[in-house]
């Protein structure tokens, strides 16, 4: 596994050889004021996390670039149970793009309000 830009790899199962015909995940993760932006070498695309099967040796490298200082990015988490999604679903977004939050509560929970950048109990958001 190589890097371009700032970011690091993980593969599971981590381990030095593989055998035939098995499968490997590979998770990239940007640091803070990077994006993922793709694969390269014996992968392609930008699907994360990637599945390689291992049929034969392999020299894969994540790239990642640096966001635009015109460009957020938008971390969301939850209290209780629920889950928040988020619409479009980017890793980063434009100054003065519109983005619409919808908090959904699991079994026996109530969507009770936003915090921190955001605030209020209108749902979407």
């Known amino acids: 596994i190589n890097t371009i830009g700032d970011g690091t790899v993980a593969k599971t199962p981590s381990q030095e050889t593989y055998d035939a015909g098995s499968a490997v995940s590979l998770t990239a993760t940007p640091a803070t004021g990077y994006r993922f932006a793709g694969w ?8 994360n996390p990637l599945t390689v099967t291992m049929d034969g040796d392999k020299a894969v490298t994540a790239t990642f670039e640096a966001i635009p200082a015109s460009e957020y990015s938008l ?4 209290t209780g149970g629920g889950a928040v999604s988020k619409s479009p679903d980017r890793a980063t977004y434009t100054a003065g793009s519109a983005v619409s939050l919808t908090a959904t509560p699991a079994a026996g929970y109530r969507f009770a309000g936003w915090g921190g950048d955001a605030s209020g109990a209108a749902n979407p958001l």
């Not at 390269?40 to 699907?47: E, L, P």
């Not at 971390?75 to 939850?78: I, K, L």
Request: hydrophobic residues 35%.
């Open 40 to 47: 390269g070498g014996d992968a392609s695309g930008t699907a």
């Open 75 to 78: 971390a969301v988490s939850t």
